[in-house]
Each structure stands twice: as structure tokens, then as C-alpha cells.
């Protein structure tokens, strides 16, 4: 039995096998017979089109670079601007001896190591019959030189292209930021295809912020071209698509004024308009010119920028954390009004210093001798330290933290462009984890004035001046206006909410009572900044800081013109106007500038009256 | 005693040898013409052909009982090379696919090849066919792990062939026809799930691959001057070295993966038309060998290697004619290179001794 089922089992199995086999047999003869069919209609079918290709000609596909979109302000003043420039590229696969030709060519016009270096790095990532860039920029000398003796160099060409540039230059270029020739980590994740025959991408700023708006869609051609490279008939094209101009919420006359107010100081101002977040001035000033980044920085020069001490390449709008100082007081304000803590008229008592129970330390006002009887008004309008070193004790950290946080700061404000950075916003388990230690109550009325461990950008100051205008809504902060395409003109905006969050508060007279008292600051008969809200024709609201940089012991003095000049306080203003119905908010930094209400709150007075009422 | 021939005791097959040595013939004289006429190149190609060749008649001594016990040694060690390659291989053109053992460099991916055919024909011949669902669920498993290895290298044209030497075997040991229309039907409704994971940048490279004339700043101008350089070719051909190399100057992979191009350029419709013939010739050899082996493994194993021979043909001329994405795969014996070549002698060789060692009617 065992011997016949081991029979049968070996036949049935080898009739399995058999049958596969053979239909696997058809099946490879089937397809062998389609390629046939395909090679006949290729070689019989299609053999004289592809004879009249092949004879004595190359056919060679070209990219067409698109060209890049134009980036305005909203005042119709253009940023950024493509201007024709020659460059020199080489096509590796028609060079024989690359480094004997790159030193000919060094003989009729000057060829540096960094082009060189560039060069040789791009030649391995490209296809060897695709032309790389060895130098751009050529001046009209060098175009002659180079088209004279062009028959001695096969596969060198002087190439007609589009060169970036930035007409305002320093006053925009944190903003418009640049493009640089694309490096080898961008490769990585950029759609090649798309960017064949395109240098350059944008790196910083609007221009890296909106890449693939401004890029637009490579075209190419089918060429033919003789034995020396010259082209004799293009066969196909099609035609690249140029980028979209984008328009910036950025008014110009307003950025130039607030650089301008600045001077050689450092520091920065950002102007939003409150309603929707739009940015319409951002400055950090030293600022630095972008146009030698956009074909590459010597490094002579980049190694000065580095080495400044004024931090030109520093965007101070988004990268600058500060101590806010008394700017942070009409928070905390608002948040013991919302709290129940206080209201609006309680006094305190101000003698000039405050005590913790139970110890000796003084914590000074910077007016020595008090304010006396104070109530939030006037602590917010003349900057009483005391009032507000005893409001932060009786807050404490935990709900200080808290109520800071629904202004989001510690966080980012999630501006379009990149490079923000998040402040900080101190907490228990923040110190816990940066320091292994515990809280200590002192810490509470240091950061009650806006000293001591928080920080803040310039520009998330802004939004949350904006939110007190606004009376709670936190705009999110946007350089973006509009895109128009190219062909069509058609406008397109981003749909992006123009609100990140509401500040929630028990009651919203509160808001309102904050705002009083914030212009109280501008026009009262004894707020820190009356003498820039004296003589306006509209009203505004803001609040003075003066943020210290050095701590100054108990019983010192502190002299601003005996102080060195990088150790001098940082003067700081945020104000808004017109108070009824708000157009524009404004944060101001000053770094090393002394004290706010001298320093930063003029300038204020200055941009509000140009925006305004157009003047100045 | 039966009475053996000279070749049986030698363990070759004539055919086979004869099919095997004219396409070598053939693959030197196409090669000096892509090559730049390099007499050098040739000589080195011709010796690894003939180093090749020696290496199948002596892979033919062994039995193919022998390999059966050996096979899944092979198959893990295979495995634990393929893991060694992507944790330290050295890395050449631009993907991790060789060992360098001091004295000799080696793609783990090529011993795959002939191990998992190798394994999976002994697996199923175990027990009986058609396979148990079980059987065909582990197989299945087996077929997988090399094959995401090699995917992972990166080399998409080897993790191709790897499964289709696995798959073949599976067809060929009667996998159900209705498991195999579930299964391709259920492969091809989750693309589009896989699609919906993939970075935009991948999308865009799969796009490219599946119709490279959307790219034709990339890989579509391959396909694009290999068709030039196919269709002015003609019936006859423009005759062997007179192909117009200026469209090929810009092919870097000319004697290499696009040869065929070169070959249907010089040599035309006919010279098409007798290379496929020789490689028929061969194909058919193979099958007859395993419809007449003495066991299923040797029936399995056969068809599994013949097929996956094909398979190289196809796909590599496919793609040059513009019908198949490029995805590296070298024409059998004509495309210049030593490592595949020896993995397919090996497996010729393998089929050679299938042929060769018949244990004796009286067992």
C-alpha cells in the first residue's frame, strides 16, 4: 500500500509541475514575442523618424529655468528683483582636461578658489551633459573676453540668465531675506525635476518662506546640436512657467522710518496692524546687505559679519529674547483684575522699596522715594515697582505663569517666515528642570517687573501689545498678503486663520480698564511717556520698559553715563493707536539705549504719526 | 550499470554549453563595439566568461541532492550577509551593496538569488504538492525578508529578481490559481493606500520611474537616445561598429544595462531576432531539463532558476525599448560586469547537474 501511494503521489505531483511548466513556457514565448513586435515597430515602423534623429546630430533636452516671482511691499515698492546678468558655465562631459581648462579660462578673466571649489563639488551631483555655473556675475570686460575666444573652448558657454537683487538692501533684509545657490542638503529634499537649470533658492525671509510660489515650473527643449555644440534646430518646447509675485503686508515708508529712528543703535521694532496680524514694519537694525549672499559671500566679509559685535545677521525681531521690563506690568495688571486679586482703585503703599516678610532685602523702585499712595492706574502710568511687587507676591509664580501663558509667551507666535525663536516664560518645573532647584518667592517679584528669568522676542511683544488692543484676540503675526500669478494675474491669498487663540478673562470691562491705564502712560499729567502723547491729534496707549542688564546692588546708584555703553539698560516701549479703534500696535527694543521713555517711546510718536496722519 | 556518456560522467550538458558559449560570443563582440573598441576590456571580460564557465562545470560536480541538504545553510547565511551589508558594507555607487573581505568584494544580494530558489524547492518538495496554505504562508515569509534587505540597500532592480526567482517557485509547485488572482488583486487595491504614505518628493521619484519620458532632463533622455539609437538601427543594422556612439556618448550605462541599444543599433531586426532565438534556445533547454529531472526538487529548482533567467532578459530589454521602468538590470552575458555572470553560470551549472545526477533505476 505505501509503495502505490508514494507512486500515485510522485504522478499527480508531476502533473502539477508539468502543467505549470509548460504554461510557463507559453507565457515566456508570448512575451519574448511582444518585445519582437515592439523592436519591429521601433526599427521597421519607426525607422526612418528615428534614422533622420540619429544622423550626424545629438539631440540634447535642455532645461528652461523659470523665472522667479517679484516680491512687493504693500505700498507697490519693489524688494526683490531679477536682474540679467551673464554667468559661465561649463558642460563637463565636452571638457576632457577640466582643470588645465578652468586655468585657461583663469588667464582671460578672474576665476576664485570658492567658484572653483563649488563648482568641482556640483559637476559630481549633476548629470555630466546638464552646463554647471562656474562663475556668475560676469561684467561686460569679461563677456567680451569669453565670447572672443569661445571657439577654443567647447563645451564653455556664457550663459544669459537672471541675477537677484535686493534694491533696498540693508533696511529689508531680514525680511525679504535671500537666495543662495542650492547645497547639498537641499538637494535632498528638493523635486529635482523641477528645479533642472535653477541655481539658486531662497534661503532666509520671504524668499525662503514662499519658494514655491516664487520658483515657479521648469520648462525644457529638445535640441539638436552639431558636432560642436552649436544648436541647429530646437524640436520641442515647452515653455517654463514663471513664478508668482508675491505682495507683503510690509509698508516701506514705515520700515524706512523705523531704521531710520533707530540710527546706529542696535536694536528692533516690528508694527503689526492689530486687526489681522498683518506685519507692516519689521526691523533689526545693524542690519547687513544681502546682495553679496545671493552668488556666494567672500569670506573675508562673512567672517566680519560674524565677528561684529552688533550681530548684523541676528534677526532681533524673531531671535532677540529680552527681558520685557515694565512693558510686562499691564498684563499682570489684567491678570489681578482677572484674578479678583485687585480692582482698579485699590491703593498700595510706596515707600520706594518692598520687603518680603520676614527679611531684610529690599527691592527697589527706580524712584527712590516711592509713589506713595498708588492705585493700578497710576502704577501702570508712572511704573510703580512696588505696586507690582507686592501684586506678583500676592499672584505668586504658579498663577503669574498661568495667566502669561494665554498670551503665549514662552511660546512661539508662529510667524510665516523662519528663524522665530520662543521666549521664556518661567515656571516651577521650568526652574526645576533647568536648574534642579526650587522656586524661590523672591524670584516672583523680579519677574513681577518683567526682570529676572522671562524673556521675550520683539515680536511676539507685538502680538501680545496687539491683543490688549484688541481686547483679547492674539493675531497671529503674517508678511504674506497676496500672490499674483504670472499668466493669469490672478490674486491668491493664503488661507490661514488670522487668530490663534482668545485671551479669555472673566470680565471684559477689565480690558478696558487696563487700556485707560495704558493711556494714562501717553497723556496723563505724570505717565513715563506723556511727552510723547502730548500734542497728538489722536490718541494712544502704551507702556514704557526699561530693562536692566546688569544687576545693580542694593545701595548703588545707577548712573547711566558712568555705565559702559553694552551694560546701559535696555530701553523698550509697546504702544497703540488710535486707542478707540486701533490701526497699529507697535513693540520697540533699544538695545543698551538707557531708559524707555527717553529712548524707545519717540519713536513711537514718530511711526504712529507718519502711519496716521502720513507725516514724517 | 547503465551505460553513461562521456558528457553525463563529466556532468555537462551539451546544449546548454553550446547555447551558453555562443551568447558569450556574442556579449565580447557587442561589448568591443559599445566598449570604445578596448581590446583590454574585451580580454578581461573574455576571461571572466571563461572563469565563469569553469565555475559551472565544477558547481555541476556537485549533486543536487547535496544542495538540497545545504540549502537553507545557505539561505541563513545569505540572510545574516545581506544584514551585515546594510549595518557596514562598503558603499559604491551610491548604494550599500558590497562586502569587502580583504581579498574579495561580493553583493550578498547575488548569493540570494540562487539561495532562496534553492530553499524554497526544498521546502515544497518536503512534502506534497500543491503546497498546504501553511507551507505557502511561511514560503511567502521566506521570499520577503531578503527581498525588503535588499529594497533597503538601495537596489530595486535585485530585490526584482530575488523575488521573482522566489515567486516562480511558488507558481511552479501549483500554488492554487485562486490564491495567486486573490493575492495579485489584493496587492494591487493596497497600492493605492501605500501611495497615500509617501513623501511628495518619493511620489514624484515613483512617477519618474514608471514613465521616465516625463522626466526628460532625467532618466527620460536614457530612454529617449536608446530609442534613437534602436529605430535607426533598422532591419539589417548599421553593422557592427558603426553605430552612431555620439547618441551613446551621453549613456554612461552603455556597455552596461542599455547594451541591447547598442546591439539592436548594429545589428538590427535580425541580429534582434537570433540573439532572442539563442536565448529561446537556452530557456527551452532549461524547462526540458526540469520537466525531465528526477525529483521535485530538481523540477523545482529548475524552473525556478530557468525562470528567473528570463526574467533578466525580459525586464533588461524591456526597459531599454522604452516599455519597462528603468530599474538596473543587466542582459545576461552580454551586458559588461562579472557578478551577475557568475551567479547565472552557478545557476546553469546547478541545472547541469540536475540533469546529470540520476541515481540508478534499481534504487
Known sequence: MPAEFHLKDAGYEYLVISRRIYFAGMMMFLLGMLIVIRVFFLQVVMHDHFTTLSQH??????????????????????????????????????????????????????????????????????????????????????????????????????????????????????????????????????????????????KLGAEQAYESLLHGKVGHRQVEVNATGRIIRVLDRTAPVSGSDIFLTLDVSLQNLSVDALGDKRGSIVALDPNDGSVLAMVSTPGYDPN??????????????LASKDAPLLNRALQGKYPAGSTIKPFLGLGALDFGLRNIHDETWCQGWYSLSGSTHRYRDWKKEGHGHTNMINAIAQSCDVYFYSLAHEMGIDKLHEFLDKFGFGKKTGIDIIGEVAGLNPSREWKRKAYGQAWFPGETLIVGIGQGSSLITPIHLAVATAAIANKGKMVRPHLFAYARDAISEEVSKLHEPSAIGTVEIQNIEYWQQIIDSMTEVTHGARGTARRVGSGASYRMAGKTGTAQVIAIAQDEEYEVDEVAEELRDHALFIAFAPVESPKIAVAIIVENGGSGSSTAAPIARRLFDHYLQGEG | MEDRSLSQRLHLDIPLIIGLVLLCAVGLVVLYSAGGQDIALIYRQGMRMGLALLLMCLIAQISPARL??????????????????????????????????????????????????????????????????????????????????????????????????????????GVSWKLIIGFSVTAALSTPVLWYFMHDYQKQRVLTLLDPEKDPLGSGYHIIQSKIAIGSGGLYGKGWLNGTQSH?????????????????????????????????????????????????????????????????????????????????????????????????????GILMAIHTHRRLLSD
Open chain 2, 248 to 348: 551613446l556618448e551621453f549613456l554612461p550605462e552603455r556597455s552596461t544595462d542599455f547594451i541591447f541599444a547598442v546591439f539592436c543599433e548594429e545589428f538590427g531586426l535580425m541580429g534582434v531576432l537570433l540573439l532572442v532565438c539563442i536565448y529561446m534556445f537556452i530557456i527551452v533547454r532549461g524547462l526540458t531539463i526540469s520537466l525531465n529531472a528526477q525529483n521535485t526538487f530538481g523540477r523545482l529548482l529548475g524552473t525556478g532558476l530557468t525562470l528567473t533567467f528570463f526574467v533578466y532578459v525580459f525586464v533588461n530589454m524591456g526597459m531599454v525599448i522604452g516599455q519597462l521602468p528603468v530599474v538596473g538590470v543587466p542582459l545576461p552575458l552580454i551586458s559588461h560586469g562579472g557578478t551577475s555572470m557568475l551567479t547565472l553560470m552557478i545557476a546553469f
Open chain 1, 57 to 202: 546630430n545629438r539631440v540634447k533636452i535642455q532645461p528652461i529655468a523659470p523665472i522667479r516671482g517679484l516680491i512687493f511691499s504693500s505700498d507697490g515698492v519693489l524688494l526683490a528683483n531679477n536682474r540679467p546678468s551673464f554667468s559661465l558655465e561649463i558642460v563637463p562631459e565636452q571638457i576632457k582636461k577640466m582643470d588645465q581648462t578652468i586655468s585657461d579660462l583663469a588667464t582671460l578673466i578672474t576665476i576664485e578658489a570658492k567658484d572653483i571649489e563649488r563648482f568641482k563639488k556640483q559637476i559630481k551631483k549633476k548629470h555630466r551633459f546638464v552646463s554647471v555655473p562656474l562663475k556668475f556675475n560676469l561684467s561686460d570686460d569679461e563677456v567680451a573676453k569669453l565670447s572672443v575666444n569661445r571657439h577654443r573652448y567647447p563645451g564653455v558657454e556664457v550663459v544669459a540668465g537672471l541675477n537677484r537683487f535686493y534694491p533696498l538692501a540693508e533696511n529689508l533684509a531680514h525680511v525679504s531675506g535671500y537666495v543662495g545657490v542650492i547645497n547639498e542638503e537641499e538637494l535632498v529634499t528638493l523635486d529635482t525635476s523641477n528645479y533642472k537649470g535653477t541655481t539658486h533658492i531662497g
Open chain 1, 292 to 305: 553679496p549672499f545671493v552668488n556666494g559671500i567672500d569670506s573675508k566679509s562673512y567672517k566680519k559679519l
Open chain 2, 68 to 173: 538540497a541538504r545545504l540549502s537553507l545553510w545557505i539561505y541563513l547565511l545569505g540572510l545574516c550577509l545581506l544584514v551585515l551589508v546594510l549595518v557596514s558594507g562598503e558603499i559604491g555607487k551610491g548604494a550599500q551593496r558590497w562586502l569587502n573581505l580583504g581579498f574579495i568584494r561580493f553583493q550578498p544580494s547575488e548569493l540570494m538569488k540562487l539561495a532562496l530558489p534553492m530553499l524554497l524547492a526544498w521546502f515544497f518538495a518536503d512534502n506534497h504538492l500543491p503546497p498546504s496554505p501553511g507551507r505557502i504562508f511561511y514560503a511567502t515569509i521566506m521570499i520577503v525578508i531578503p527581498v525588503l534587505l535588499i529594497a533597503k540597500q538601495p537596489d530595486l532592480g535585485t530585490s526584482i529578481l530575488v523575488a521573482a526567482a522566489g515567486l516562480s517557485i511558488l507558481f511552479v509547485a
